[in-house]
């Protein structure tokens, strides 16, 4: 795949009712011929800075790359992902911890504490381990607030759905496959690549839009504010690809990280289909918008419109709550960083650094 103007930025994992959901599982298989780092260390043991130095240095060598930010800090990377050599450097830490399966063939264990003053960390076990608590405890509120927004968004998503002309919707997606996607006998179907485009972080609702612009020349924007019928139109034209053998980058929603796909990205024909609505605003470059209200029945609409509208509101005021929670856990979560990094010589992680970094050809 061609190298981009602006970086591809994903997330890998993302906070919703189940707590985390993380696709890292999922990115590359062990059994085929690579190289996968994982690292082993705790907080701000220079985990993140490592991966960005790998991704920069491979960016330069002219190779595409993958950057998957951190939902719990969107400043912070958990992976780099480079498909072309079937390689990838990731945090293999929880909320995504993850073990190698073919440990010393294709998955390689580095670890970081070796770097640590072990002794140092010792004496502040009570401090560490509140702390540690303390996030915890920040999470599992945020994973209770978003777990009531997701009801009332499926609640919202049901009335609507209650007032949708089914078969104008199909018959509307078809056309737009077909003009978006070149007929071609594939000898095989494309991949389907899972990803987060957004994510609910401390910052609030991030959505990586840069990506969207670095691999599209052609943006149609669904203005969907309830989500009723953008899934079914991502979800037809994806489908549709991958069989005429395109790759397709499906992303879902943090809320229901399992069966709603809120954008799609074909990099082939330079695509994608984006969701607009309160929580993701449009894209400048997108060539056309389609509003969801066109599949609604007016008069059943109009009908619903003031509960739909306190559902929204009260899905608003969850997601805020959601937040400040991931917000508190993060300042906690940058206390817990301060005993490591005092307790972290940082020399010896350059040196696993460099070691890494010499052995990329």
Same mark, same amino acid.
């Given at each position: 795949?061609?190298?981009?103007?602006?970086?591809?930025?994903?997330?890998?994992?993302?906070?919703?009712?189940?707590?985390?959901?993380?696709?890292?599982?999922?990115?590359?298989?062990?059994?085929?011929?690579?190289?996968?780092?994982?690292?082993?260390?705790?907080? #701000?043991?220079?985990?993140?800075?490592?991966?960005?130095?790998?991704?920069?240095?491979?960016?330069?060598?002219?190779?595409?790359?993958?950057?998957?930010?951190?939902?719990?800090?969107?400043?912070?990377?958990?992976?780099?992902?480079?498909?072309?050599?079937?390689?990838?450097?990731?945090? #293999?830490?929880?909320?995504?911890?993850?073990?190698?399966?073919?440990?010393?063939?294709? @998955?390689?264990?580095?670890?970081?504490?070796?770097?640590?003053?072990?002794?140092?960390?010792?004496?502040?076990?009570?401090?560490?381990?509140?702390?540690?608590?303390?996030?915890?405890?920040?999470?599992?509120?945020?994973?209770?607030?978003?777990?009531?927004?997701?009801?009332?968004?499926?609640?919202?998503?049901?009335?609507?759905?209650?007032?949708?002309?089914?078969?104008?919707?199909?018959?509307?997606?078809?056309?737009?496959?077909?003009?978006?996607?070149? @007929?071609?006998?594939?000898?095989?179907?494309?991949?389907?690549?899972?990803?987060?485009?957004?994510?609910?972080?401390?910052?609030?609702?991030?959505?990586?839009?840069?990506?969207?612009?670095?691999?599209? @020349?052609?943006?149609?924007?669904?203005?969907?504010?309830?989500?009723?019928?953008?899934?079914?139109?991502?979800?037809?034209?994806?489908?549709?690809?991958?069989?005429?053998?395109?790759?397709?980058?499906?992303?879902?929603?943090?809320?229901?990280?399992?069966?709603?796909?809120?954008?799609?990205?074909?990099?082939?024909?330079?695509?994608?289909?984006?969701?607009?609505?309160?929580?993701?605003?449009?894209?400048?470059?997108? @060539?056309?918008?389609?509003?969801?209200?066109?599949?609604?029945?007016?008069?059943?609409?109009?009908?619903?419109?003031?509960?739909?509208?306190?559902?929204?509101?009260?899905?608003?005021?969850?997601?805020?709550?959601?937040?400040?929670?991931?917000?508190?856990?993060?300042?906690?979560?940058?206390?817990?960083?301060?005993?490591?990094?005092?307790?972290?010589?940082?020399?010896?992680?350059?040196?696993?650094?460099?070691?890494?970094?010499?052995?990329?050809?």
């Amino acid at each position: 795949m061609k190298n981009t103007l602006l970086p591809v930025s994903f997330f890998f994992g993302a906070n919703n009712k189940y707590g985390y959901c993380s696709l890292f599982k999922d990115l590359y298989s062990p059994y085929i011929e690579g190289n996968h780092l994982i690292l082993k260390g705790g907080p #701000g043991t220079g985990k993140s800075t490592l991966m960005k130095r790998v991704a920069e240095k491979l960016e330069r060598q002219g190779y595409y790359v993958e950057r998957g930010f951190c939902s719990a800090d969107p400043n912070s990377l958990d992976i780099v992902l480079v498909p072309e050599i079937n390689f990838s450097i990731l945090d #293999g830490t929880a909320p995504h911890t993850i073990d190698p399966t073919l440990p010393g063939v294709t @998955e390689h264990i580095v670890d970081l504490s070796v770097a640590w003053n072990k002794s140092l960390l010792k004496a502040h076990t009570k401090e560490i381990a509140e702390l540690s608590k303390a996030n915890s405890l920040q999470h599992r509120k945020c994973t209770e607030f978003l777990n009531v927004a997701s009801q009332f968004e499926k609640e919202s998503v049901s009335v609507c759905l209650g007032f949708t002309d089914e078969d104008k919707l199909l018959r509307y997606t078809k056309r737009l496959a077909n003009r978006l996607i070149p @007929e071609r006998k594939a000898s095989e179907k494309g991949k389907i690549s899972k990803r987060f485009l957004s994510a609910i972080s401390p910052d609030g609702i991030t959505v990586q839009h840069d990506t969207v612009v670095a691999l599209s @020349e052609k943006i149609i924007t669904i203005e969907d504010e309830y989500s009723a019928v953008s899934p079914f139109i991502a979800e037809y034209v994806s489908n549709y690809a991958v069989l005429n053998g395109y790759d397709v980058y499906q992303c879902f929603c943090p809320l229901f990280p399992n069966s709603k796909i809120e954008h799609i990205i074909i990099p082939e024909l330079k695509v994608s289909l984006f969701t607009e609505n309160s929580y993701h605003y449009s894209i400048d470059d997108g @060539e056309k918008t389609v509003h969801a209200n066109r599949f609604y029945n007016k008069e059943k609409y109009l009908a619903n419109k003031e509960k739909l509208l306190l559902q929204k509101k009260a899905k608003k005021e969850l997601i805020t709550e959601a937040v400040k929670k991931m917000a508190l856990a993060k300042d906690i979560h940058d206390k817990l960083e301060e005993y490591y990094i005092k307790a972290t010589d940082f020399d010896v992680i350059n040196d696993i650094g460099e070691k890494i970094l010499s052995s990329i050809k």
